[in-house]
């Protein structure tokens, strides 16, 4: 087995994740009261995942990734997406050049390093199709060349809960691609007051860059190497495979409940976004309370719930709470 | 006298003549056509000529053909016409006599109308060598009584099924049956006595003082010299116990919980801040070894399984001290 100094990892880890501190505190001049959506940007940025944002509008889901592309001097872009959208659209498409008599590449928008998928249940399925097969393998055929995408590359798609009229629901084979899925609520009172009087000020905070997109690729590296023991890597396996046979973790009142559990992608994204989180917290080795700090975000869309369910008001929230309060620590 | 003569020997010679020429056509007759010698007869004939409505009227179906003919009988089906229908009928029977086949078949019909009814002819096809005649038995004329009704008497119910005593074959299959759920019924009485009976294994921590068993377990952690061999085991059996015996004697999910969790769900109210804050560093340390690799040293170790029994005796005594009071 490796060897592993986990002494100098954590130095080496206080030295790679300081520019965090940079980075909160520039986007933390537009963005208030949004920590946590903040905190989880970072997970999958980290963690080379993409994330899917689930909140009422207005609540500076836009303006929490511009703001992040700003600070980390990056190409943004952002798609709205209605349902006469076409995948050239996004991926871009051959143009005939009168001039030059020839086929000319013109990039979609997905040519960015972050791509703001705004409102993705709105588009048909081979729209999302097209972005969520982008997502998974990062590269783009256009014609007969194969562009590959550039890192870092990180999709953040929203969808509105309460507007379900005229949408096409993501299938949750590609919900799957999501490495997390957030919900957004809304600020506490105070931070509203401060979001409130900056806006009617009229005073737009100037976000400069602070990092270079090589700093996030350095630090991607660093987030592979930290430390997760066999117990917790144990354990991980145990909350995934307690959502698909609960049974076998002597939680039978949530068999009828779950109708599919998570994928082998729940427990790899599980692994990573721990990694990412304990980077986060300036630690060169994972703790369960990392794994219990992402769980809700990593397997609250790879959970389906039976009807059963449904009709008792029980949500996947619940049965991952559940999970979390069954299934043993180490 | 000689021409008289003459005359009466040709007359003979004439008779003579004719009756050789009639033996010889007769014999040539014989010889050549002895296919025809036998006649194709068929025939339908009943017993009786008085039948009452719904009886079996039995026709005796006959053919006489010669052996070297195929003779097929008619194709009956269910019903001859509307109010005549077929009940049943017999195989051919085919009996041979001399040069010709003698075929009977007896055809049961019921007649469903009242008065002289005639029974249809019936036509059977004969082979001979390829040539194909029918031929027809003559039709059959019977009388069909209707039942009388006493209209004087009054309408009465129609009468029950006779009841008929069931046999040993009828019953067989299901007591066959019973008897296999029988023997089923009582094989899973006798599983589940079995099992029943069978003594369920009570973990040892259920049954012991939630101090003894944690005392229990830290002796055999101590005997078992564990941390010097397996510093991560060590740390994670000592905190198992720790963890388990909170979970005995505060009922909280300790083994559920990640050490702050547990550190906040201990609150004040009970434990007291300074047991805890102890217990708080073990678990700490603890985390550290199996999830950081951390190597503590033997005073720290010793000095662990120390506050761990150290907390485990004072939130003993503290819970005996309540018990009066609670009383």
């Known amino acids: ?330 | 006298m000689k021409e008289k003569t003459k005359n009466i020997i040709s007359n003979f010679e004439i008779k003579c003549l004719s009756i050789v020429k009639f033996i010889s056509l007769f014999t040539a007759y014989c010889i050549l056509f002895t296919n025809y010698s036998f006649s194709q007869t068929a025939t339908a004939t009943v017993k009786e000529k008085e039948y009452l409505i719904g009886d079996w009227i039995p026709v005796d179906l006959f053919v006489s053909a010669s052996s070297n003919n195929k003779v097929a009988f008619p194709n009956l089906k269910d019903s001859i016409s509307e109010t005549i229908e077929v009940a049943n009928f017999t195989p051919i029977d085919t009996v041979k006599k001399g040069g010709e086949n003698q075929y009977h078949q007896l055809v049961n019909l019921i007649v469903f109308d009242t008065g002289q009814i005639q029974l249809p002819q019936f036509q059977f096809l004969v082979n001979n060598n390829g040539t194909v005649d029918s031929i027809t038995s003559e039709a059959i004329l019977v009388h069909v009584a209707g039942v009388k009704i006493d209209t004087s008497k009054d309408i009465i119910p129609i009468k029950e099924p006779l009841k008929i005593p069931y046999t040993f074959k009828e019953i067989l299959p299901f007591a066959i049956v019973f008897i296999v759920f029988a023997i089923f019924v009582g094989l899973l009485v006798w599983f589940i006595i079995k099992r029943k009976k069978k003594p369920v294994p009570i973990d040892e921590k259920y049954l012991l003082a939630p101090h003894v068993w944690a005392f229990k377990e830290l002796e055999k952690l101590e005997k078992e010299k564990v941390w010097q061999q397996n510093i991560k085991e060590y740390y994670s059996r000592l905190t198992d116990v720790a963890r388990t015996y909170i979970e005995l004697r505060y009922k909280l999910p300790a083994m559920e919980q990640t050490t702050e969790e547990l550190m906040q769900s201990m609150h004040k109210g009970i434990v007291k801040q300074a047991f805890k804050k102890e217990l708080n560093e073990v678990l700490t340390l603890s985390d550290f070894v199996k999830f950081a690799k951390a190597q503590p040293d033997f005073i720290e170790n010793e000095n662990s399984m120390k506050i761990v029994k150290n907390f485990i005796t004072k939130t003993k005594q503290l819970e005996e001290e309540k018990k009066p009071i609670n009383n």
């Open chain 1, 1 to 330: 087995m490796e060897s592993i100094d986990i002494k100098a990892l954590n130095e080496k880890i206080q030295q790679n994740s300081a520019f965090l501190d940079l980075l909160n505190l520039e986007i933390s001049k537009s963005i208030v009261g949004q920590k946590y959506m903040i905190e989880r940007l970072m997970i999958a940025l980290l963690s080379q995942g993409h994330i899917l944002l689930e909140g009422v509008p207005g609540l500076a889901k836009t303006l929490a990734i511009k703001s992040l592309s700003d600070a980390i001097d990056t190409k943004f872009s952002r798609v709205q997406f209605t349902p006469d959208l076409l995948p050239a659209d996004i991926l871009g498409t051959m143009i005939y050049n009168q001039a030059k008599s020839n086929f000319e590449v013109k990039k979609g928008p997905i040519f960015s390093n972050f791509v703001l998928a705004d409102e993705i249940n709105r588009a048909p399925a081979k729209v999302q199709s097209a972005l969520l097969q982008a997502m998974q393998e990062r590269h783009i055929t256009l014609g007969d060349s194969t562009y590959k995408l550039e890192e870092p590359f990180l999709v953040m798609a929203t969808m509105n809960p309460i507007e379900q009229e005229g949408t096409y629901n993501l299938p949750e084979a590609q919900v799957d691609r999501f490495m997390l899925k957030v919900k957004i609520s809304y600020p506490e009172f105070e931070d509203e007051r401060t979001i409130m009087r900056q806006n009617v000020s009229g005073h737009n905070p100037n976000i400069k860059p602070v990092i270079s997109a090589q700093t996030i690729l350095q630090a991607r590296d660093t987030v592979r190497e930290v430390y997760m023991d066999e117990k917790i890597e144990k354990y991980i396996l145990d909350i995934v495979f307690a959502t698909r046979e609960p049974v076998k973790y002597k939680i039978d009142n949530l068999k009828h409940l779950i109708s599919y559990g998570g994928s082998p992608r729940a427990s790899i994204s599980l692994a990573m976004a721990s990694k990412a989180y304990a980077f986060i917290k300036r630690r060169g080795y994972v703790i369960p309370e990392d794994v219990r700090a992402v769980a809700h975000d990593v397997l609250r869309h790879r959970i389906g719930i039976t009807y059963e369910a449904e009709a008792e008001n029980i949500t996947q929230e619940n049965i991952i709470d559940t999970i979390l309060n069954r299934v043993e620590v180490p």
